[in-house]
């Protein structure tokens, strides 16, 4: 998902430490169900994050252990050691927009519960039966003071066998309402805008990695000692993007358009859903005028976001151009954002 700085952190003035840092102020424990279940409907747990230390936590809950709501990833789960593939939805976010509703506050020696129920989350199906280990995601962004740094804490893990009904759920609807493609004009031109766009975005950066190399500067920011193939990899994969069945849609279907939400990106379909603050954002080319790469606002450049979710397989690990740049090269490569930044700014230094 995007969020408009995807945790568009730095983007609008909140600093974002990076890289995280481990804390034993925080300690996350999960429990579930017995050891073995016949059904993946039985997969529920509760998880448990208790503030030891001295102040009071504010914790940005999406794609946490603390995101009760959403059907973002609050779980790590592996079968045999190989990661079991997730299905829920990846999303960007402006924390410029964001309420305290986006938030979970934790005072100290306090404990704060939630449940969750998986089965619609993660492809149980294609793994098989057998024994799955449930990690709880417990990366977590914490503000404080107005600047966001981000801390690890070390969680528990529960496992669990399943040896029968593994069949693949679909992803619940939470708002009730007919699915529909977007039929108001001016949002579905705005759409289709921004999707060309996108696709500019990738091919001029994909030349200008292959022309530049791996030495250039920008490009070692972004990516560091990355292969110039797999980032072109990615970056062709949007530019050719011709599928008939994804769907590009501003209504909202399965209710995620929370606080800060501007668009998100189903993993089981691709299919890319846009939020109403999106249709705030402004054409690629105010990048030569009126807005800059570090404001993230380019609809172009949320799009490819989304498009590198859909196509590329990429994941949100942290969001703002900055903080971008601070992650180690495995995360530089698999962070959205990364390439959104990186493109943005290849638009901005070779067309304005």
Not at 117 to 127: C, I, K, N, P, S
Not at 167 to 183: G, S
Not at 189 to 216: M, P, R
Not at 298 to 304: F, H, I, K, S, V
Request: hydrophobic letters at 35%; one cysteine or more; glycine letters at 6%.
């Amino acid at each position: 998902m995007f969020f408009r700085p995807l945790v568009v952190l730095s983007l609008f003035g909140i600093a974002l430490a990076t890289p995280y840092r481990r804390t034993d102020d925080l300690t996350v424990s999960v429990s579930g169900p017995s050891e073995s279940v016949n059904s993946v409907d039985d997969l529920k747990f509760t998880a448990s994050v208790t503030n030891n230390g001295a102040d009071t936590v504010k914790i940005l809950k999406y794609g946490t252990i603390l995101d009760e709501k959403l059907p973002t990833r609050s779980f790590t789960v592996t079968k045999d050691g190989e990661e079991v593939k997730f299905t829920g939805i990846k999303m960007s976010v402006s924390l410029e927009e964001v309420d305290d509703t986006a938030y979970t506050f934790i005072k100290p020696g306090e404990t704060v519960t939630v449940d969750h129920e998986v089965a619609h989350l993660f492809d149980f199906a294609t793994a098989g039966p057998g024994k799955f280990t449930f990690t709880p995601v417990a990366d977590f962004a914490v503000n404080t003071d107005s600047n966001l740094s981000r801390i690890a804490a070390a969680p528990t893990s529960v496992e669990v066998e399943v040896t029968g009904d593994l069949a693949k759920r679909e992803l619940p609807m939470l708002n009730k309402r007919a699915v529909d493609i977007c039929t108001t004009s001016s949002k579905k031109s705005f759409i289709d805008a921004s999707y060309s766009e996108a696709k500019t975005l990738a091919s001029t950066s994909s030349s200008y990695v292959s022309s530049h190399g791996a030495s250039d500067s920008l490009y070692r920011s972004y990516f560091g000692s990355n292969s110039i193939s797999r980032v072109t990899s990615i970056l062709n994969a949007v530019a050719g993007e011709n599928s008939g069945s994804r769907t590009l849609s501003c209504v909202d279907s399965l209710g995620a358009c929370s606080s800060g939400v501007i668009a998100y990106t189903v993993i089981s379909t691709t299919n890319i859903y846009y939020c109403s603050i999106f249709f705030n954002e402004v054409p690629t080319a105010n990048l030569c005028s009126g807005t800059s790469v570090a404001s993230r606002n380019a609809r172009g450049g949320t799009t490819l976001h989304e498009m590198t979710h859909a196509v590329g397989g990429t994941d949100d690990i942290i969001y703002g151009c900055s903080s971008d740049m601070g992650l180690s090269d495995s995360n530089k490569i698999a962070n959205a954002d990364n390439f959104n930044c990186f493109t943005t700014q290849v638009y901005a230094n070779t067309r304005c």
